[in-house]
């Protein structure tokens, strides 16, 4: 495949795997019902909680963190080294973000984005992600 087309296929796939509405999938699959229509509606970790219980809340965490860590780290496998690659691997991190905020799959209507961001900086600047989650937690 060529470099040219490379770079938007996985911006493609970033913003298709942030917009895996995790939430709103296992409030589905797991409680038998839509988050978005409990607590304050949105399809993050927080409403998920408070529908199913921390344990579940913590797995969208993860799961949202998931689905940006993913595709960066695939980006960067697949590109090595460079400018350009690095270029591609933001965009790609930013696609995610989008996806998570505007899935197609729930008429553009997602989370807020927490999870999902928390996990873009993990893998792009671990240092201020743990600063960030460490404030948080005091």
Known sequence: ???AA???LLVAAGYLAGSIPFGYLLGKALLGVDV???GSGN?????????GGKKLGILVVLLDAGKAIVPILVARRILGAGERA?????????????????????????GKGV???????????????LAGAAAYAI
Request: charged content about 10%; cysteine-free; hydrophobic content about 60%.
């Open 1 to 3: 495949m060529s470099e």
């Open 6 to 8: 490379l770079g938007p």
């Open 36 to 38: 978005r229509t409990v």
């Open 43 to 51: 399809i993050g970790a927080t409403n998920v909680a408070r529908a």
């Open 86 to 110: 690095e270029v591609v691997t933001m965009a790609v991190a930013l696609a995610a973000f989008v996806g998570h905020l505007f899935p197609v799959w729930l008429g553009f209507k997602g």
């Open 115 to 129: 999870a999902t961001g928390f996990g873009i900086f993990l893998v792009l600047a671990p240092w201020a992600a």
